[in-house]
């Protein structure tokens, strides 16, 4: 059984930072893409950000327009984890985030293969 366990959730200000970890087994985590996700109340889950590893050192990643710029999807091979670390957060960005792994990145949410069990950020103003 696949598991992805978040953490790093919480509240913040606008204008602060938080930073997401998501650890994954060593199986899905060395041939997976791995990605974030987010769901806001009374919205569809949309894409963040996502991560596959290209070369032992190096990896491709994709950001949704939304974030790009203040948010930073990275790898920590050692731990088998990604991190998001989002910065200059808005009230928009209030969300439960879930990470997920599929074979490749790609945005539709429809065709990732596992998730977590999400995990809180809410962003005051």
């Known amino acids: 059984q696949v598991q992805l366990v978040e953490s790093g959730g919480g509240l913040a200000q606008a204008g602060g930072s938080l930073r997401l970890s998501c650890a994954a087994g060593?199986?899905?985590?060395?041939?997976?893409?791995m990605g974030w996700f987010r769901q806001a109340p009374g919205k569809e889950r949309e894409f963040v950000a996502a991560?596959?590893?290209?070369?032992?050192?190096?990896?491709?990643?994709d950001y949704a327009d939304s974030v790009k710029g203040r948010f930073t999807i990275s790898r920590d091979n050692p731990q088998n984890m990604i991190h998001l670390q989002m910065n200059s957060l808005e009230p928009e960005d209030t969300a439960v985030y879930y990470c997920?792994?599929?074979?490749?990145?790609?945005?539709?949410?429809?065709?990732?293969?596992?998730w977590g069990q999400g995990t809180q950020v809410t962003v005051s103003s």
């Open positions: 991560a596959k590893q290209f070369t032992r050192y190096t990896y491709h990643t």
């Open positions: 997920a792994a599929n074979p490749q990145i790609v945005r539709s949410v429809d065709e990732w293969d596992y």
């Open positions: 060593e199986r899905i985590y060395s041939n997976y893409a």
